[in-house]
């Protein structure tokens, strides 16, 4: 019987590193931290437009007599588009960073189901659903992976930071 | 002159005569009386000693003593009839003989008593050093509270006093307006020229006590929704009777990239 000594194996080509990744163990956010960051960004919305509504109102008294029709329903119809504001808000920030100031205040983030960034069609449908239908924001209270109504829809998840002890 | 001497030194000689009649000494070690002497309330037949007590039973000492007082008249006569440190010597003569007899009588006496046991003396030494030393601590505890409180209330009250006077106070005004009040315009000075020197400084310096602020509250924040979030999840799992909570998907993503 005879012993083949074991010669260290030399790779043909050198391995290329390749893009350093790490695989990070994600969390699903939770109703709390979700529903915290949704107050952040209704409150950012709602100063936004109060705040345009009284620069509007301001404007149309300095003005004069002539442009106080327009404040009558100027006003009116910015307050009532605040729920359009609130989407095109929505909209802006996912497609563009995946996250609302209120989602990075909790460190949150919304991808795709895949892990990817978001689309353009996916944000503008997860911002529609969720102005047209917030109630169905509850689902994920029930929903293995925390996803809501607008979350299932647009195919997207919400994700929030590895906190130690969690 | 030598009448009275002589007066003096018979009756000490008469003492003398009658030594053998003299009673056994008194167990408290009081000079006996003797019957060969007149007493003390009797008339006296010499004006000189009418005063003197009544000789004790000392016959020897009695001897010696005349013999040496009529010697010394004899060797320096013109002494007159006045009482002087002669007189004295020789009652202190009688005196410490009267003490020894005593002490002896009570060495004596002390020795004919029946004697305790050694160990009973012992046990009896042991107690009385014990209670001793138990009042001794006793006292001394009291004594040491008492003056640790005399001590702390002196010192407080020293320390006011040195405090509130006038004295100090102008001693340490006029230190202050001469070190102090110039040394802190001096570093102020500095400062001031390091501060617009190099600005960046104390600029990286707030920088990063804000950033530690906000970090620090946003952390907590996060934590805390975390804790809700957690909470949430267990009490919606308890009502819908899920099972348990699956294993959330493991995103890749870039080292570099802030997950914020």
Redo the contacts between chains.
């Keep these: 019987m005879t012993t083949v000594p074991a010669t260290p194996t030399v790779p043909a080509t050198p391995t290329v590193p390749a893009?350093?990744?790490?695989?990070?163990?994600?969390?699903?956010?939770?109703?709390?931290?979700r529903t915290?960051a949704f107050m952040v960004d209704v409150v950012v919305v709602a100063a936004v437009a109060l705040g345009t509504a009284a620069v509007v109102q301001l404007v149309v008294t300095v003005v004069g007599y002539r442009w106080r029709g327009l404040a009558d329903w100027a006003v009116p119809v910015l307050l009532a588009a605040v729920p359009v504001l609130f989407a095109l808000y929505n909209f802006a920030f996912w497609w563009l960073t995946g996250?609302t100031p209120g989602m990075?205040?909790?460190?949150l983030?919304v991808?795709s189901t895949a892990?990817r960034p978001l689309g353009w069609i996916a944000a503008l449908i997860r911002a529609l659903i969720l102005a047209c239908f917030p109630i169905g924001a509850l689902w994920c209270?029930?929903d293995?992976?925390h996803q809501a109504v607008h979350d299932k829809l647009a195919r997207t998840l919400v994700?929030?930071?590895a906190?130690p002890g969690? | 002159m030598a009448d009275g001497a002589n007066r003096r030194t018979n009756g000490h000689c008469g003492h003398m005569t009658t030594s053998d009649q003299t009673p056994a000494p008194d167990p408290t070690g009081a000079p006996a009386p003797t019957d060969a002497f007149p007493p003390s309330d009797a008339p006296p037949s010499d004006a000189p000693l009418s005063d003197a007590p009544p000789p004790s039973g000392h016959p020897v000492t009695s001897v010696v003593v005349g013999a040496a007082a009529t010697a010394w008249d004899r060797l320096a006569p013109g002494r007159g009839d006045r009482i002087g440190l002669r007189e004295v010597a020789v009652g202190a003569v009688f005196e410490m003989e009267d003490a020894a007899a005593g002490l002896l009588a009570r060495v004596r006496r002390s020795r004919s008593r029946p004697r305790p046991r050694a160990v009973v003396r012992l046990v009896v030494l042991a107690d009385q050093a014990r209670e001793g030393v138990a009042r001794l601590a006793a006292r001394g505890v009291v004594e040491q509270s008492v003056g640790r409180r005399r001590a702390a209330v002196a010192l407080d009250s020293l320390m006011a006093a040195v405090a509130n006077a006038p004295v100090v106070e102008r001693v340490v005004d006029a230190q202050v307006d001469r070190l102090l009040q110039p040394l802190m315009a001096q570093i102020l000075d500095d400062v001031l020229a390091q501060l617009e020197n190099e600005p960046e400084r104390v600029q990286a310096l707030i920088r990063g006590q804000r950033d530690s602020m906000i970090s620090e509250l946003?952390g907590r924040?996060?934590?805390t929704?975390?804790a809700?979030?957690?909470?949430?999840?267990r009490l919606?799992a308890r009502l819908?009777r899920?099972a348990a909570?699956?294993e959330?998907?493991?995103?890749?993503?870039?080292?570099a990239s802030t997950?914020?």
């Design positions: 893009t350093p990744t790490v695989a990070r163990r994600v969390e699903y956010a939770g109703v709390v931290s915290a996250r990075a205040l909790f460190g983030r991808t892990g209270l029930v293995r992976r994700v929030g930071p906190l969690r | 946003v924040l996060r934590q929704a975390a809700g979030d957690t909470t949430v999840d919606a819908i899920r909570e699956p959330p998907a493991a995103a890749p993503e870039p080292a997950s914020g």
